[in-house]
C-alpha cells in the first residue's frame, strides 16, 4: 500500500465536505445554571477526588433573534453548564428529568420510530469510562435495555471513575435515548467537558488564552399547540408518527392499512432533513439562520445573524488556544482562518506528541478548501499565533454539497491583530497520553471487522419514517448484539459509505449499497487509531488504499466517513466491559436505525475468545 498523509486524503475529499457551524468564547453560566453545579473536591470512600454535579433537563422559553423559542436545556443554559474534572476523579452527576410527559400512544414499539421524546438518559461522549446506556450501568447482559429517565421529575444517579491516563482535553455531554436523541440535542442539550491536565502546564500552552467554543444547531417548526407553548412560538416537539417531509414542505403520518404517508395540517415533525426553522449556536448566541427552501429543497435559505459573530484580539505574535467542539446534530464543519496556519494539537480530547502544523490556504485556493475539518461530535483543540500585519482575518465555514442538506459557507468568528506586539512561543513537544502512544503496531491485531453505512428510499424497515438507515444492512435492535470482543485485544474496523447518489447500478445490493452521504462513525467507550483510507466503489469494489504515515495518525472517537469511501480505524479495549454501542453521528440517522450494540467481555473470564459475536 502506498503511504500518503492525512491532509492528502482530506484535500482530495475536500468536495464532498458538509456544512458545519461555529465558534465563540464560552461565557459563564448564569445564576440558574449553577444550581448544583459547584464540584466538590472531597473524597470518596476509595479515597480518590471527587467531582459531584446535578444536570436538571428543563423546557426554556427565550428568544433568538426576535424569535420566541421553547428549547429543552440543561440547568436552563443552551449550551449547558462546563463540567470540570482530572484524570484519575470520581466524577458523580445525577440527572433529574423536569421535562414534560410525552404523548406517544401511537407508538407501534418500532424501536427505530422516534418515540418518548422526553424521556432521557445521559451520555459522556469521548471520555473513556464505563459503558453507561443499558442499565445496570457496566453491564455485560446482551438483552439489557437502555437507560431511560422518565420526565416529571424522574432521576438517575451516574458514578464514573475517569481513568488515571485518561487523556486531558474537550469533551461533552448528550442525551442518549434511542429515539429521542436528536429531539433534545437539537433543541439545546448538549454541553461541554473539560478534562484539565498535563497538557494544560505545558508553558507554552498555560501563556496562551484559552478559548473554548461550543456550537450547536438548534431545529425549530411553528408550534401545532399555541394554547400551550403561546402563539407564534416555534418548537420541536412533533406529534406521534408525525414527519416533516422536506421536499413537499409538509407533515405526513404513515397509514399502515394504506401503506402510505397520508397529509396533516400539522405544522412539525419529526426531520431527517431540514427544518422550517434552523439557527446555529456559538456557545448560545445565533450566528446564522436557516429556512426551508420550497423551491430548492435541499438547498435551506441561509443568513448570516452578524451580532452573534465574535471577535478575538490578538497582539501581533500572541498566541491563543482554540478548542472547538461540534455539537450539530449533522452538520459537518470544515473550516479556516484567513492567513494563518492552525497548529493542531490534537482531536477529540487526546493530544499529538507534537504540534502539527496546518499551513494557511494559498490565495486563490478554491472556496471548498479548508484546514480542519471537524464532523459532528468532533473536537479540534488548535494554536494559532497572529501574524505580523494588522488587519481582521475571518474564520471561516467552508461551503460544501456533500450532504444530503447543501450548505453555504459561512462567517464564524473575526480575528482583529492589533498594533501591538508580543512575541510569544509555540511549544516544541507535547506530553505523552500513554493510554494511545506510542501507537499499535501492526502485529498485535488480532482481528479485522468490516462496518459498512446504508441508506434505503424509500424505506422498506421503517415506512413510518419513510427512510431506512442502516448498518451492514440491518436497522438497530436493542437485544441484538453484532460484535464480541475482549479486553485487551487490538481490531482493526473498516468502516465504509459506499454509495452512488440517486443511480445505483443495477447489480448493486439494495439497502447498505445506496448512500448518497458520508457518515460519521462513532464508537463509546474507547478511542482509536485512524490509520487508512481507500476509495470504494458502489458494488465494493475497493481501489487507491492508503495507510497513514505514523506522524499522520490521529487518536479519534468520532471519524468522518465520505461517500465513496472507507476508513481504517484501530481499535484496543481497554480496562472497561460491557454492552456499548457505535453508530452515525449524523443524530436524526442514529435514531432512526443507524446503529449497534456490540458487547466487551474481560478476556480472564472469556479465556481470550472475543469475536464469536456476528461479522
Given at each position: 500500500?502506498?503511504?500518503?498523509?492525512?491532509?492528502?486524503?482530506?484535500?482530495?475529499?475536500?468536495?464532498?465536505?458538509?456544512?458545519?457551524?461555529?465558534?465563540?468564547?464560552?461565557?459563564?453560566?448564569?445564576?440558574?445554571?449553577?444550581?448544583?453545579?459547584?464540584?466538590?473536591?472531597?473524597?470518596?470512600?476509595?479515597?480518590?477526588?471527587?467531582?459531584?454535579?446535578?444536570?436538571?433537563?428543563?423546557?426554556?422559553?427565550?428568544?433568538?433573534?426576535?424569535?420566541?423559542?421553547?428549547?429543552?436545556?440543561?440547568?436552563?443554559?443552551?449550551?449547558?453548564?462546563?463540567?470540570?474534572?482530572?484524570?484519575?476523579?470520581?466524577?458523580?452527576?445525577?440527572?433529574?428529568?423536569?421535562?414534560?410527559?410525552?404523548?406517544?400512544?401511537?407508538w407501534d414499539g418500532n424501536h427505530n420510530v422516534p418515540h418518548d421524546l422526553n424521556s432521557t438518559n445521559l451520555h459522556l461522549h469521548g471520555l473513556e469510562v464505563v459503558p453507561h446506556l443499558f442499565e445496570p450501568v457496566g453491564t455485560t447482559d446482551a438483552t439489557a435495555e437502555m437507560i431511560v429517565i422518565p420526565p416529571e421529575g424522574g432521576s438517575k444517579q451516574y458514578n464514573f471513575q475517569i481513568p488515571d491516563d485518561q487523556p486531558p482535553g474537550l469533551f461533552w455531554y448528550h442525551p442518549h435515548k434511542h429515539g429521542s436523541t436528536v429531539v433534545q440535542a437539537v433543541s439545546g442539550m448538549a454541553g461541554g467537558i473539560l478534562i484539565e491536565g498535563d497538557i494544560d502546564e505545558v508553558p507554552e500552552i498555560k501563556a496562551a488564552k484559552d478559548n473554548i467554543i461550543v456550537v450547536q444547531d438548534i431545529g425549530l417548526f411553528p408550534t401545532d399547540n399555541p394554547d400551550k407553548d403561546g402563539e407564534g412560538t416555534y418548537i420541536y416537539e412533533p406529534k406521534q408518527n408525525a414527519i416533516?417531509?422536506?421536499?413537499?414542505?409538509?407533515?405526513?403520518?404513515?397509514?399502515?392499512?394504506?401503506?402510505?404517508?397520508?397529509?396533516?395540517?400539522?405544522?412539525?415533525?419529526?426531520?431527517?432533513?431540514?427544518?422550517?426553522?434552523?439557527?446555529?449556536?456559538?456557545?448560545?448566541?445565533?450566528?446564522?439562520?436557516?429556512?426551508?427552501?420550497?423551491?430548492?429543497?435541499?438547498?435551506?435559505?441561509?443568513?448570516?445573524?452578524?451580532?452573534?459573530?465574535?471577535?478575538?484580539?490578538?497582539?501581533?505574535?500572541?498566541?491563543?488556544?482554540?478548542?472547538?467542539?461540534?455539537?450539530?446534530?449533522?452538520?459537518?464543519?470544515?473550516?479556516?482562518?484567513?492567513?494563518?496556519?492552525?497548529?493542531?494539537?490534537?482531536?477529540?480530547?487526546?493530544?499529538?506528541?507534537?504540534?502539527?502544523?496546518?499551513?494557511?490556504?494559498?490565495?486563490?485556493?478554491?472556496?471548498?478548501?479548508?484546514?480542519?475539518?471537524?464532523?459532528?461530535?468532533?473536537?479540534?483543540?488548535?494554536?494559532?499565533?497572529?501574524?505580523?500585519?494588522?488587519?481582521?482575518?475571518?474564520?471561516?465555514?467552508?461551503?460544501?454539497?456533500?450532504?444530503?442538506?447543501?450548505?453555504?459557507?459561512?462567517?464564524?468568528?473575526?480575528?482583529?491583530?492589533?498594533?501591538?506586539?508580543?512575541?510569544?512561543?509555540?511549544?516544541?513537544?507535547?506530553?505523552?497520553?500513554?493510554?494511545?502512544?506510542?501507537?499499535?503496531?501492526?502485529?498485535?491485531?488480532?482481528?479485522?471487522?468490516?462496518?459498512?453505512?446504508?441508506?434505503?428510499?424509500?424505506?422498506?424497515?421503517?415506512?413510518?419514517?419513510?427512510?431506512?438507515?442502516?448498518?451492514?444492512?440491518?436497522?438497530?435492535?436493542?437485544?441484538?448484539?453484532?460484535?464480541?470482543?475482549?479486553?485487551?485485544?487490538?481490531?482493526?474496523?473498516?468502516?465504509?459509505?459506499?454509495?452512488?447518489?440517486?443511480?445505483?447500478?443495477?447489480?448493486?445490493?439494495?439497502?447498505?449499497?445506496?448512500?448518497?452521504?458520508?457518515?460519521?462513525?462513532?464508537?463509546?467507550?474507547?478511542?482509536?487509531?485512524?490509520?487508512?483510507?481507500?476509495?470504494?466503489?458502489?458494488?465494493?469494489?475497493?481501489?487507491?488504499?492508503?495507510?497513514?504515515?505514523?506522524?499522520?495518525?490521529?487518536?479519534?472517537?468520532?471519524?468522518?466517513?465520505?461517500?465513496?469511501?472507507?476508513?481504517?480505524?484501530?481499535?484496543?479495549?481497554?480496562?472497561?466491559?460491557?454492552?456499548?454501542?457505535?453508530?452515525?453521528?449524523?443524530?436524526?440517522?442514529?435514531?432512526?436505525?443507524?446503529?449497534?450494540?456490540?458487547?466487551?467481555?474481560?478476556?480472564?473470564?472469556?479465556?481470550?475468545?472475543?469475536?464469536?459475536?456476528?461479522?
Amino acid at each position: 500500500m502506498t503511504k500518503v498523509t492525512r491532509r492528502d486524503f482530506l484535500s482530495r475529499s475536500s468536495a464532498l465536505l458538509a456544512t458545519g457551524t461555529a465558534v465563540a468564547t464560552l461565557t459563564a453560566c448564569a445564576s440558574d445554571a449553577s444550581e448544583g453545579m459547584e464540584p466538590q473536591g472531597q473524597a470518596d470512600d476509595s479515597d480518590r477526588p471527587r467531582k459531584d454535579y446535578t444536570l436538571k433537563a428543563h423546557w426554556l422559553e427565550k428568544k433568538l433573534d426576535g424569535t420566541p423559542v421553547k428549547l429543552r436545556a440543561w440547568n436552563g443554559t443552551v449550551p449547558g453548564p462546563l463540567l470540570k474534572a482530572r484524570p484519575g476523579d470520581r466524577l458523580n452527576i445525577k440527572v433529574v428529568n423536569n421535562l414534560t410527559p410525552y404523548d406517544s400512544s401511537g407508538w407501534d414499539g418500532n424501536h427505530n420510530v422516534p418515540h418518548d421524546l422526553n424521556s432521557t438518559n445521559l451520555h459522556l461522549h469521548g471520555l473513556e469510562v464505563v459503558p453507561h446506556l443499558f442499565e445496570p450501568v457496566g453491564t455485560t447482559d446482551a438483552t439489557a435495555e437502555m437507560i431511560v429517565i422518565p420526565p416529571e421529575g424522574g432521576s438517575k444517579q451516574y458514578n464514573f471513575q475517569i481513568p488515571d491516563d485518561q487523556p486531558p482535553g474537550l469533551f461533552w455531554y448528550h442525551p442518549h435515548k434511542h429515539g429521542s436523541t436528536v429531539v433534545q440535542a437539537v433543541s439545546g442539550m448538549a454541553g461541554g467537558i473539560l478534562i484539565e491536565g498535563d497538557i494544560d502546564e505545558v508553558p507554552e500552552i498555560k501563556a496562551a488564552k484559552d478559548n473554548i467554543i461550543v456550537v450547536q444547531d438548534i431545529g425549530l417548526f411553528p408550534t401545532d399547540n399555541p394554547d400551550k407553548d403561546g402563539e407564534g412560538t416555534y418548537i420541536y416537539e412533533p406529534k406521534q408518527n408525525a414527519i416533516w417531509q422536506t421536499f413537499g414542505g409538509n407533515v405526513t403520518i404513515y397509514n399502515p392499512k394504506t401503506g402510505k404517508p397520508e397529509p396533516t395540517k400539522l405544522k412539525g415533525g419529526f426531520t431527517t432533513g431540514d427544518y422550517a426553522l434552523r439557527y446555529f449556536l456559538l456557545n448560545g448566541e445565533p450566528f446564522y439562520k436557516e429556512v426551508h427552501n420550497q423551491k430548492d429543497p435541499t438547498s435551506p435559505i441561509g443568513t448570516q445573524i452578524d451580532s452573534g459573530v465574535p471577535t478575538y484580539k490578538m497582539k501581533q505574535g500572541e498566541v491563543a488556544r482554540f478548542r472547538i467542539l461540534n455539537a450539530n446534530s449533522d452538520d459537518v464543519m470544515p473550516i479556516y482562518l484567513q492567513s494563518h496556519d492552525l497548529h493542531l494539537i490534537g482531536m477529540d480530547g487526546v493530544n499529538l506528541p507534537k504540534l502539527k502544523t496546518l499551513p494557511a490556504l494559498p490565495s486563490g485556493a478554491p472556496n471548498t478548501a479548508y484546514q480542519l475539518l471537524l464532523a459532528p461530535a468532533n473536537r479540534g483543540e488548535f494554536l494559532v499565533k497572529a501574524i505580523s500585519k494588522p488587519g481582521i482575518y475571518e474564520l471561516r465555514q467552508a461551503p460544501q454539497s456533500l450532504q444530503f442538506l447543501n450548505s453555504d459557507g459561512r462567517l464564524l468568528a473575526r480575528i482583529e491583530v492589533t498594533s501591538e506586539t508580543d512575541d510569544m512561543a509555540l511549544p516544541a513537544s507535547l506530553p505523552i497520553q500513554r493510554r494511545h502512544f506510542p501507537l499499535t503496531p501492526d502485529s498485535e491485531v488480532s482481528r479485522i471487522r468490516y462496518v459498512t453505512f446504508g441508506m434505503q428510499f424509500p424505506g422498506q424497515a421503517n415506512p413510518v419514517v419513510g427512510i431506512d438507515f442502516l448498518i451492514n444492512n440491518a436497522q438497530y435492535d436493542e437485544r441484538s448484539i453484532s460484535y464480541v470482543v475482549d479486553t485487551g485485544e487490538t481490531e482493526d474496523w473498516i468502516i465504509g459509505s459506499p454509495g452512488h447518489p440517486n443511480h445505483p447500478p443495477d447489480h448493486s445490493t439494495p439497502g447498505h449499497q445506496d448512500n448518497t452521504e458520508g457518515h460519521p462513525f462513532h464508537i463509546h467507550v474507547n478511542s482509536f487509531e485512524v490509520i487508512g483510507e481507500a476509495d470504494l466503489a458502489p458494488d465494493g469494489t475497493v481501489t487507491n488504499e492508503v495507510r497513514y504515515a505514523p506522524d499522520e495518525v490521529l487518536i479519534q472517537d468520532t471519524i468522518w466517513v465520505p461517500m465513496g469511501k472507507q476508513v481504517r480505524i484501530r481499535n484496543t479495549f481497554k480496562e472497561w466491559t460491557g454492552k456499548s454501542v457505535f453508530h452515525c453521528h449524523i443524530l436524526p440517522h442514529e435514531d432512526t436505525g443507524m446503529m449497534q450494540n456490540f458487547l466487551i467481555l474481560d478476556a480472564d473470564k472469556n479465556g481470550g475468545h472475543g469475536g464469536h459475536g456476528k461479522g
